[in-house]
């Protein structure tokens, strides 16, 4: 088990996993076992069972399914599985998840990396080992799965929402990770224009306006009729929810795809990208 801090910085994932912490150690203790007995039964070491009944670790999904097994809990402890994977992200990432699944329709512009939901696993790690001052391994894997979890959204099917991306050109020739990591990157970025509820786009460097000089943003139509917009910048996340401040984003997204190119073009540059990658 990867051993990382739960970092429990909200009030949500608290209540969550004190119940978790209560529902083991009920479990343990009604079986007569020791911290130290348990750990040989399910495979882990005394300190690391410590560690997740006092509330300092996050117990991963095979640690639960041990311990329902050896306590002989009928499922009752696998069960808690799905609240504990929701916890396991910081909190902003969960409420931005939840926000996409409650998206029929998103539309993002980003003109520093290639958009989370469209990226491979080591073009996002590339990008999260740029950070400074850096992530621990722990930090940056926790991120990591956070991001590939969130790229479930993704793909085909009658379910999905509808996306719209706009990739500022540099976004393409930027060699996040090397020259591997990035040919790798643009051809998922070919891969994804295909899916019928995508549409790519991709706004060139060698236009003279660029209405998304401000920075990259992303508007969320959810299932109620209501638009939401998201922006990120540094360590700040914030939900805009203010009527007036989402027209204002959506006006300039649909400027940002006016001046960008088609969805055809913008595929054939990214071949050409490719190509000379």
């Not at 560690?51 to 639960?64: M, T």
């Not at 391994?137 to 379910?159: F, H, K, T, Y």
Request: proline share 4%.
């Amino acid at each position: 088990m990867t051993e990382w801090e739960a970092g429990l910085d909200d009030e949500e994932a608290g209540a969550v996993m004190r119940t978790v912490v209560r529902q083991l150690k009920l479990w343990r203790e009604s079986a007569g076992l020791t911290q130290a007995e348990f750990g040989v039964a399910i495979g882990y070491g005394e300190e690391l069972v410590s560690s997740v009944e006092r509330g300092r670790r996050i117990p991963r999904p095979e640690y639960l399914d041990r311990a329902d097994e050896a306590l002989g809990a009928g499922g009752k402890i696998a069960a808690l599985k799905q609240d504990v994977a929701e916890v396991r992200y910081p909190k902003k990432v969960r409420d931005l998840k939840r926000l996409e699944g409650e998206a029929v329709e998103l539309g993002a512009y980003n003109n520093s990396v290639v958009h989370g939901l469209l990226q491979t696993q080591e073009y996002a790690r590339a990008v999260f080992s740029a950070r400074r001052p850096p992530f621990t391994v722990d930090e940056l894997e926790q991120r990591l799965s956070a991001r590939v979890a969130r790229q479930e959204i993704v793909g085909e099917g009658a379910a999905r929402p509808l996306f719209t991306f706009v990739q500022c050109e540099s976004t393409l020739r930027r060699p996040m990770g090397g020259r591997a990591v990035m040919r790798r990157q643009l051809e998922r970025l070919l891969e994804a224009a295909k899916y019928p509820n995508v549409d790519l786009q991709v706004l060139p460097l060698g236009h003279e306006e660029n209405p998304g000089l401000a920075g990259s943003f992303r508007l969320l139509r959810l299932k109620d009729g209501t638009t939401v917009g998201h922006v990120e910048v540094q360590h700040l996340s914030r939900v805009i929810a203010d009527p007036k401040e989402v027209q204002l984003l959506e006006m300039r997204y649909g400027n940002i795809r006016a001046q960008a190119l088609s969805t055809r073009e913008s595929t054939a540059l990214i071949e050409t990208v490719l190509g000379e990658t």
